[in-house]
């Protein structure tokens, strides 16, 4: 094994081990990766331990930090437009998803709709006015079982949840990528030789979704029901994604879009599981999670790779 292959392997190991540790702790303290507040905590300290380990292996290198951040990071004007314009590429993956999902009746924006709906109710917002007595409220009993201004309410934050994406993608989602992107698309890459060829798009891909693997097997991370195919799932759909995300970072000469993109993905893409009426054992295989995701990151791949020669 030659000295670059040592390095990617010493370093995606240490990755998995840290990971491990994290979603252990997290499963023996009884965390599930829905519904919890600690979710959060939990996915911060997971992304940004990729950094983690990128900065002691640069400390251990003796690789000067600052010099090799302002490298892998390098900003421009360049960069920034790449920054600004890599969401899209998350909502053309999601057009491509729609087109073959709505035929089929796999997305239903209504659903998703409905589930916001829910939601405000549990909240305590299942209350119309009473206009007889100004100041009063009616309790749920005694308003229609979808009240005009919650369900106006729900449709104004399902849609607005679409524009709001990006807006997250390209802030707070953003930051907590880099996390994650310091290590997969700047150590690992340069590693690599910073190319998009396909070789490089495998390996970083697969090593990628397997870093997830312990938080679908221990947490049920994206799959509930189906764990042990869903990390074969998610490690193809890693693969697709990793495509756009080196092409961008290569592109740019920085991995900043690279972090847009991947938070766009993480503000964007639950709409494919959620904006369905399909049993929920059935989401994660055949959804945005499953078949129909690879199909439409598949195809968002190669329409990239088409324009990047044209262009």
Known sequence: MGRPALRVLEFVTSTYLVALLLDYLAYSHGLAAEGSPAVTVWGTARMWSVAGVTLAYLITRRVGVRGWLREVVGLSGGAVV???????LAYAALGFYVLVAYPLGLFDFGAYVELVASRLREGGV????????????????????????????????????????????????????????????????????????????????????????????????????????????????????????????YRA?????????????N????????????????????????LLGVLAWSATSVALAVLSRWC
């Open 253 to 265: 000469k920085s991995i900043l879009p690279a972090c847009s993109l991947h938070g766009a993905l």
């Open 82 to 88: 790449y920054y600004l314009l890599s969401p899209l």
């Open 126 to 249: 299942d209350l119309i006015p009473d206009s007889r007595r100004p100041g009063f409220v009616k309790p749920r009993e005694a308003a229609p079982r979808y009240p005009p201004s919650v369900e106006g309410l729900a449709q104004v934050l399902a849609v607005a949840h679409v524009p709001l994406a990006y807006v997250s993608a390209v802030t707070v989602n953003a930051l907590l990528a880099l996390g994650e992107e310091l290590g997969w698309r700047g150590y690992l890459y340069e590693l690599l030789g910073r190319r998009p060829s396909l070789a490089n798009t495998l390996v970083i891909g697969v090593c990628w979704g397997l870093w997830h693997a312990p938080a679908i097997l221990l947490l049920g991370y994206n799959y509930t029901y189906s764990r042990l195919v869903g990390v074969l799932l998610f490690t193809v759909l890693a693969v697709l994604l990793t495509y756009p995300h080196l092409v961008v970072t």
């Open 267 to 290: 503000a964007l893409w639950s709409l494919t599981s959620l904006a369905t009426r399909l049993p929920a054992e059935q989401r994660e295989l055949l959804l945005g999670q499953g």
